[in-house]
């Protein structure tokens, strides 16, 4: 069978009581992490209002689909948008070292929206949610995604796509040749570009939650008879070849069904481009351990990939001079400087962006090309810190940071994160009763349940929008 042939039959047959039980655990871990995420972008985020007022006007604001942290219904797609948008708002959402992409934002956007067309059960979305990573995942795997990357592409928005119409398949139920014709679809909306870092554009988190509502009306099509483009993936004008110089299509199948892309999936601990999050390890442990000052720091060096650099390290001068949040998040020197000036780096951290002391240690810190982190990539995203303070040196090398597949975060500390996010939001009883539900999805019986206790405690938080 074809490499979209194979993953088709793979997504319409998954079925949630035959995966393995820490598949399906670490499952309901990343719908946890993502819907904090949601809730927090939803009141938080400087985009929102954009995009709600948008999806207002577009008459996409009268339905009864949910979207998490707001108490206004929407229509599927406006609610698989928006939900995929916040979700990718905050950039504190889980990631995919291999696949430099973020899987859950369009994925699990598009499985509850379609859950709440079809009245699913938690179970069924749950599977769902898993197929849609695997698809994911395994697509960027095969481009792959470095050289995607190099074409100037966005993977968690053209990746994510196919993930998002597998899931929304699976959840109505439709056979592999149904998942089929949903790819085939979907492939003529696969889009998104990495010219946001020009300028901080919020272009990188409206095109995921393109992806996901592209999903599910990719999905939504075929299940009331639409003909999708066959061999969506590897085919001669497919996806694949389009878009990447030398994909391997064969690896997007390569141990399907056992190795389990979701597995090799990290949870964010910090709300910044995954590539600067071993150099924040790194800077909060030698500040802790050796009560570093910022006043006493002549110079600090942060080793990067390839890839890191990229996205963090250069231009140097943009990187060194961050402007806004987006800039923030993709600035290696002010993600270490606001760890090594305030001893934390939460979203909150970017109330120092004009901060005097975080300013003054900017320039101080560099970003380079290092080989040896470069070795460890694409199986870990790690980074080497150097600090130069007190006329002494202090170095350290994190292969494997905190919140990665070899190093994830416990469910208490997951917890933790969800309720840093939303008890502001729901206030403490709700959050808490909103996390027990999402970890108990596979025992709801109708997914539409779990939107409807995301609402703020007071609808007066919206106003202003």
């Known amino acids: 069978m074809g490499v979209t042939t194979t993953l088709s039959a793979f997504t319409a047959g998954i079925r949630l009581h035959a995966l393995p039980p820490e598949l399906v655990d670490r499952a309901r871990f990343l719908v946890l992490d993502l819907i904090g995420n949601i809730v927090r ?5 400087e985009s929102t209002h954009a995009f ?28 698989a948008y928006l939900n995929g948008a916040l979700a990718h708002s905050l950039d504190f959402d889980d990631t995919h070292a291999a696949g430099s992409l973020h899987p859950g934002a369009p994925v699990i956007p598009a499985a509850i929206a379609a859950g709440e067309i079809a009245g699913a059960s938690g179970a069924d979305v749950l599977a769902a949610i898993i197929a849609g990573y695997e698809v994911t995942c395994r697509i960027a795997l095969a481009l792959p995604a470095g050289e995607h990357y190099d074409r100037g592409y966005h993977p968690t928005a053209t990746c994510g796509a196919f993930g998002a119409a597998a899931a929304a398949a699976r959840v109505f139920g439709l056979d592999a040749d149904g998942v089929a014709g949903a790819l085939g679809t979907v492939l003529s909306q696969a889009a998104g570009s990495l010219q946001f870092l020009a300028n901080g554009a919020w272009t990188k988190r409206h095109q995921v939650g393109w992806a996901a509502m592209n999903g599910l009306m990719a999905a939504s099509l075929v299940r009331e008879g639409f003909k999708g483009a066959s061999e969506a993936l590897e085919g001669k004008h497919g996806f694949m070849r389009a878009y990447a110089p030398n994909p391997t299509p064969e690896r997007a199948v390569q ?7 979701l597995m090799n999936t990290a949870v964010k601990p910090y709300p910044s481009c995954r590539y600067g999050h071993a150099g924040i390890d790194a800077a909060l442990a030698l500040r802790a351990a050796n009560d570093i000052k910022p006043s006493e720091i002549t110079a600090v060096r942060l080793g ?47 109330t120092l962006l004009g901060d005097p002391t975080v300013r003054a240690l900017l320039p101080k810190v560099t ?15 790690s980074g080497k810190l150097t600090i130069e303070a007190r006329g002494r040196r202090f170095e350290q090398k994190v292969v494997v940071p905190k919140g990665e597949p070899g190093n994830f975060l416990s469910e208490d500390e997951l917890r933790a994160k969800f309720a840093g996010l939303t008890n502001a939001v729901l206030g403490v009883e709700k959050a808490e009763a909103l996390a027990n539900a999402v970890l108990a999805i596979d025992h709801t019986p109708n997914i539409a349940s779990l939107p409807r206790l995301a609402a703020p405690l007071m609808a007066a938080r919206l106003a202003g929008e």
């Open 255 to 261: 141990d399907l069904g056992s190795v389990w892309e």
């Open 52 to 79: 709600v007022s948008a999806v207002r006007a577009m008459g996409m604001a009268a339905g009864n689909a949910g979207v998490f942290g707001d108490c206004c219904r929407y229509t599927p797609a406006g609610a």
């Open 304 to 350: 990067l990939p390839k890839s890191g650099m990229l996205l963090i390290g250069a231009p140097a001068e943009k990187k060194a001079n961050p402007q806004n949040v987006v800039d923030g998040q993709f600035s290696g020197p002010f993600v270490i400087s606001a760890a090594l000036v305030s001893g934390a780096m939460e979203w909150d951290s970017y």
């Open 41 to 45: 972008a939803r009141h938080d985020a």
């Open 367 to 381: 970003c380079a090309f290092d080989p040896e982190i470069e070795a460890e990539f694409p199986t870990n995203m």
